[in-house]
């Protein structure tokens, strides 16, 4: 496209005039993304059109990834990175007198996830096409994200995300290729040519549109696809004058409900009709994406016995299991299938990544609403369920207490993760220690009955957007120093431990550090008006906020040592600044506690001149992908201390071991794995141990108020929550802390690993003293976090689930 910066600079300038009427000097930084964006889009159509003929030629198997959230932040500088187009790009506009970063502020990021989950799947997406899979995801266009946070008063204010209100270069409305999506109604059974049909009637009808998002592979011209899908009304507005009187609010109220399918991620289901919702969104989005994964095959004109060896139905966490009744729908009332051909081409089809060990997250639906809102899909759970407990008894004679403990449907109750497993030919968790903690505990009975279906695939990132685009510097001098290789075949960064000792190495890596912390000192600076010290130990956590993720740990340690410094405030310490970015739901009302928390903190701290040349806290609001692009690079210090057994995987670590974080954490998610290649020298460990944790849950022994009498420190800053002092205007306010805490016995031991916590962070101090050796444990952590490349995840599942190989498409002259 751009061979160099003067076709760059002409081309820019040509297409500024011609679609906009401006000149260079007349354009804003709005018009340049504009204009730049949909270059870059247009480019890249011929190859996504060849990508997407070359599959069906060549009768390609397709993966389509079916997830509620796909967290792909900023498409520009990605693109341009993918392409080999940014240095050109970049000098091209420099020319121009623009920055590209400048240009890339103007870019929102995409509302479509919240957290790992949604970030995962974008990473999968940038994996499959660049090491040249045949695999699409499949998702909803939110019309307003999750929500975009603001802090009030050290409150979380939700407003609307309106990433959409200046629309979005890179997407591509297909409205011929809309597909109807049906809701309510009843089943008429009646029988045709001596088959039983289920006909539904009196349905609601919404329309499915899909919203193309081209997913560009690194080097070679490789385009996959992400597929949005937003919901239309199906009514005709000439139609109402003939439905007779209130027609109209009638169809105002239709539309209503219609928009709301597609207008938010996670509506707050602490009600009837926020459950309703979010069923409605799960069935939308597996009804639309199946329809169009079944046309797509159609193409191929080849018989349904060899769906399996053509397409990969994979649903991220059991938000998609509805895709399994939902094949089975469509095998049988579509296509003519009986139930047991059916049923063997779903499980031969579908299969299932587990993301949580936390039951309240394993979803489970109200039978009358499934029963109500999708009559048709119910009547296939029930017939799964009522199979699947008579094999059960039919093998195990009198086991009744089995049935219930694996029934799908069970005390009025739909367990989509129970549906998961028994319609899926594979389930996988996301790291070592969550598989094998689904094998034992949350899932064994499970285990027991299909033990070869069960695999780890852990997670991964990918380190194109978190190193080369997020850290160029870093990404530079790893390439000067082992050279190119590991881009391609990331594993091989490796190579890199064997320089930890080499003292010219070890500068550049601090002082690109140093530089990263200075970029994030003046982000700061601006946006907070809060000066920090880029030679403090930058130690972040940044992610969503949960009991279980211990951002209560954090802050409380922060306390302790504003009292220490208050006791003894000449004492020398290595200078600190805590740095928390995360979103609690709307609905969480002791995660919102929390941030209230660390900003009353925060507040305290930065204003106290006793303590803030020695100890800062921030807390950067609406944390988001571009966010972390900038926290991340600049981290001296990773917090990854969730209650063991609790998080299954874990990505940030990952980001941040790649871009040279030393991490505090517990042994939990793929933490354990990182610790088996880093080990004491190269990690801060503290805590209990799953094992210990799943003993205290199972037999009891944890008194928090125990802890909390008998260690001052603790004692001190829980009771500084609600008595007068600095950190408390209001008992109230931080009561429910409090309260979670010591009235209902520390659901996540806190105070049980606070002391080991305080310790870990001791070590931190006196490691960071020493340069030369941080540096060096520095380069040994991003040697190692090769291994947590996307690319190695997805060659894993693609060898191992999938069943698929890389495709070269033809490109046509």
């Not at 590209?100 to 509302?111: F, K, N, S, V, Y």
């Not at 420190?713 to 009561?735: A, W």
Request: hydrophobic share 40%; net charge negative; charged share 25%.
């Amino acid at each position: 496209m751009f061979n160099n910066k003067e076709i760059f600079k002409s081309t820019f300038k040509e297409q500024l005039v011609s679609r906009l009427g401006k000149t260079i000097e007349e354009a804003t930084a709005g018009d340049i993304y504009k204009i730049l964006g949909t270059l870059i889009r247009e480019f890249i159509g011929r190859e996504w059109a060849e990508t997407n003929q070359s599959y069906m030629e060549q009768q390609e198997k397709q993966v389509y990834y079916f997830s509620m959230e796909f967290l792909i932040g900023r498409l520009l500088g990605n693109n341009l990175l993918n392409l080999g187009m940014l240095e050109t790009v970049r000098g091209g506009l420099q020319e121009l007198g623009w920055n590209l970063e400048e240009i890339e502020e103007q870019e929102p990021d995409a509302g479509l996830g919240n957290g790992g989950l949604g970030r995962l799947a974008a990473c999968f997406l940038d994996s499959l096409a660049s090491l040249g899979y045949a695999g699409h995801g499949c998702g909803i266009r939110y019309k307003y994200g999750l929500f975009e946070q603001k802090i009030i008063d050290g409150h979380q204010v939700e407003l609307p995300d309106d990433w959409l209100q200046k629309s979005n270069v890179w997407e591509e409305r297909r409205a011929d290729k809309k597909v109807e999506v049906r809701f309510w109604g009843q089943i008429e059974v009646g029988e045709e040519n001596g088959r039983t049909q289920f006909n539904t009637v009196n349905y609601e009808k919404v329309w499915a549109v899909p919203y193309d998002v081209p997913v560009i592979g690194y080097g070679d011209p490789h385009v996959n696809t992400l597929r949005l899908w937003s919901a239309e009304s199906a009514n005709d507005p000439s139609q109402m004058r003939l439905q007779g009187q209130n027609s109209y609010y009638k169809f105002l109220e239709y539309n209503r409900s219609v928009e709301s399918i597609s207008e938010f991620l996670y509506p707050d289901d602490s009600g009837y009709e926020g459950k309703l919702l979010r069923l409605k969104q799960q069935y939308f989005l597996c009804s639309a994406g199946l329809q169009s994964v079944l046309r797509t095959f159609d193409k191929l004109e080849l018989p349904y016995s060899e769906l399996p060896e053509k397409v990969a139905v994979h649903i991220n966490d059991t938000h998609p299991t509805l895709v399994i009744p939902e094949l089975m729908r469509l095998l049988i009332d579509d296509k003519g299938f009986g139930w047991d051909e059916a049923w063997d081409l779903t499980t031969r089809t579908v299969s299932y990544t587990n993301h949580t060990l936390l039951s309240e997250a394993l979803e489970k639906w109200p039978s009358k609403m499934v029963r109500e809102l999708l009559p048709r899909v119910y009547m296939i759970i029930e017939e799964i369920n009522k199979r699947f407990c008579g094999m059960l008894l039919e093998r195990f004679p009198g086991q009744q207490g089995l049935v219930s403990q694996v029934a799908i449907i069970e005390s009025d109750q739909v367990k989509m993760a129970h549906l998961a497993i028994v319609g899926s030919y594979s389930v996988n968790g996301v790291a070592a220690l969550h598989t094998e903690l689904l094998k034992t505990n949350v899932m064994k009975p499970f285990y027991d009955l299909f033990p070869e279906r069960f695999n780890n695939k852990t997670n991964g990132i990918t380190h194109r957007r978190w190193l080369m685009h997020a850290n160029p510097e870093l990404s530079n001098v790893i390439s000067e120093t082992i050279g190119t290789i590991w881009i391609k075949r990331p594993h091989q960064l490796l190579r890199l431990e064997s320089f930890k000792d080499d003292s010219a190495l070890r500068d550049k890596i601090m002082s690109i550090k140093r530089a990263n912390k200075l970029r994030l000192a003046a982000y700061i600076e601006q946006k907070q008006g809060v000066r920090v010290d880029p030679d403090s130990i930058f130690d972040v956590q940044v992610k969503r906020l949960h009991g279980y993720k211990r951002q209560l740990m954090n802050i409380l340690h922060v306390m302790h040592l504003y009292n220490e410094i208050k006791d003894n405030p000449s004492a020398d310490r290595v200078p600190r600044t805590f740095i928390f970015g995360a979103k609690a739901a709307p609905g969480y009302y002791l995660a919102k506690s929390i941030i209230k928390l660390i900003n009353v903190v925060a507040d305290v701290v930065n204003k106290d001149p006793q303590v803030s040349s020695k100890l800062k806290v921030l807390f950067l609001e609406n944390y988001s992908v571009s966010l972390a692009e900038k926290i991340i690079p600049a981290a001296d210090v990773s917090e990854q201390i969730s209650t063991a057994s609790k998080e299954a995987s874990g990505t940030g670590n990952m980001k941040f071991m790649l871009n040279g974080a030393l991490t505090i954490g517990t042994l939990d998610g793929a933490n354990v794995e990182m610790y088996e290649m880093l080990g004491d020298d190269n990690m801060f460990l503290f805590g209990l141990r799953s094992e210990e944790v799943l003993d205290y849950y199972r037999s009891g022994g944890y008194v928090a108020r125990e802890v909390y009498e008998q260690d001052p420190r603790i004692k001190r800053v829980m009771d500084q929550l609600v008595s007068p002092g600095p950190f408390c205007s209001n008992e109230r306010e931080l009561n429910l802390i409090y309260q979670s805490i010591l009235e209902h016995n520390d659901e996540f031991f806190v105070l049980r690993d606070f002391g080991s916590y305080a310790e870990a962070h001791a070590a931190i101090d006196q490691a960071y003293m020493n340069p030369q050796n941080w540096a060096s444990k520095s380069i040994v952590n991003i040697a190692h976090a090769g291994y947590f490349s996307s690319d190695c995840t997805i060659n894993r599942y693609a060898a191992d689930i999938w069943d698929i190989r890389p495709v070269h498409p033809t490109l046509y002259v």
